[in-house]
């Protein structure tokens, strides 16, 4: 009944930009807190980034000035503006959203189904 849909992946070379979007739809009652999440070959999966409903957000010390973290409320999307995007920036980016459906329910944790980035020259 709820769906992500991530979008925004691709190939970059060093120091380009890249923009993510998730974009959350179905039987949603409210949103709260959205973030996106990476992988990379071998590793576990982390956070790179969080945002909560009031606005404040979180950032891995690792993308710290380099990505922005963002939302609009009116669209149920999330979105991970990336800068300055180096080799070990590669990984699979997973959106997370912290959704309820029924206002009697506590949040649930949608995942997207991910997107790729590499960066590689």
């Known amino acids: 009944q709820v769906q992500l849909v991530e979008s925004g992946g691709g190939l970059v070379q060093p120091g380009g930009s890249l923009r993510l979007s998730c974009a959350a739809s179905?039987?949603?009652?409210?949103?709260?807190?959205m973030g996106w999440y990476r992988q990379a070959p071998g590793k576990q999966r982390e956070l790179v980034a969080g945002?909560?409903?009031?606005?404040?957000?979180d950032y891995a010390d690792s993308v710290k000035g380099r990505f922005t973290i963002s939302r609009d409320n009116g669209k149920n999307t999330v979105y991970l503006q990336m800068n300055s995007l180096k080799p070990e920036d590669t990984a699979v980016y997973y959106c997370?959203?912290?959704?309820?459906?029924?206002?009697?329910?506590?949040?649930?944790?949608?995942w997207g189904q991910g997107t790729q980035v590499t960066v590689s020259s």
């Open positions: 997370n959203v912290g959704i309820v459906v029924l206002p009697t329910e506590d949040p649930f944790d949608y």
């Open positions: 945002i909560r409903s009031g606005g404040s957000t």
């Open positions: 179905g039987s949603i009652f409210s949103i709260y807190a």
